[in-house]
């Protein structure tokens, strides 16, 4: 079974300054996928960014990178000038290539605040 | 397009009581998922709904079972509560298959269950 672990639970950012989130995972498999999810205080979970695992290249969505290390099996969001939006519980997901369903596995999740 | 919806938002139920949650994914989606979110276990998987049937189940007990109906919509029944049971269930959609794509889940605001 895949394990995801977040070993950040809390961190802090200056608005308009950068923070990278911590993401590490364990598996067998070679390919897979793995996402980002920013869940804000009461309000639902959305897809931050999306990285194929065959893929070498590091996904980028705006302000959002993230730096893959398949080999580390590491998988950090780097978020760049910080906005007062940007706080919010981050969740790092895997999910396996190897069944044809939908089944996401969650790390425990960085509280990230942004300090004005 | 409207997003996911869940129903109802809020409910408050006694040990040893049942419930339904409700779920009516993006239109066009055929993969409804159920997760439940706890401060201790986190992010959980329960089970994964396509075209009506079951395609993926985690851990959980029997208590805690699913359906889809031919409108894609999902129902989760949790039987004889248990004070444990008390988390927010989110439910997201995806296409499903077919697309590249077609893995991307899409989350619903969530059902808060407090059991007393």
């Known amino acids: 079974a895949q394990t995801v672990t977040q070993s950040q639970p809390e961190m802090s950012v200056q608005e308009a300054e950068t923070v990278t989130l911590s993401c590490t995972y364990d598996t067998s498999e070679s390919d897979y996928y793995l996402f980002w999810y920013k869940q804000p205080p009461s309000r639902q979970m959305i897809l931050v960014i999306r990285q194929e695992a065959y893929k070498q290249q590091n996904a980028t969505e705006n302000r959002f990178s993230v730096n893959f290390q398949k080999a580390a099996k590491s998988f950090s969001l780097k978020i760049s000038d910080s906005q007062l939006g940007d706080a919010a519980m981050y969740f790092c997901a895997y999910r396996s290539l190897n069944n044809a369903g939908n089944m996401l596995t969650f790390g425990g999740g960085t509280r990230l605040m942004v300090k004005p | 397009k409207a997003g996911v919806t869940q129903t109802p938002r809020y409910l408050i139920k006694t040990r040893g009581q049942q419930v339904t949650l409700s779920c009516s994914p993006i239109?066009?989606?055929?993969?409804v998922s159920w997760y439940q979110q706890t401060p201790g276990q986190g992010l959980q998987f329960l089970f994964e709904?396509?075209?009506?049937?079951?395609?993926n189940k985690g851990n959980f007990p029997g208590r805690f079972s699913g359906r889809q109906f031919s409108n894609s919509r999902s129902e989760m029944n949790v039987s004889t509560l248990e004070l444990g049971d008390s988390a927010l269930y989110l439910c997201?959609?995806?296409?499903?298959?077919?697309?590249?794509?077609?893995?991307?889940?899409?989350f619903g605001p969530g059902t808060r269950l407090t059991v007393t």
């Open positions: 997201a959609s995806s296409l499903g298959a077919g697309t590249r794509y077609a893995y991307e889940q899409y």
């Open positions: 239109s066009g989606h055929r993969s």
């Open positions: 709904y396509f075209s009506e049937t079951q395609r």
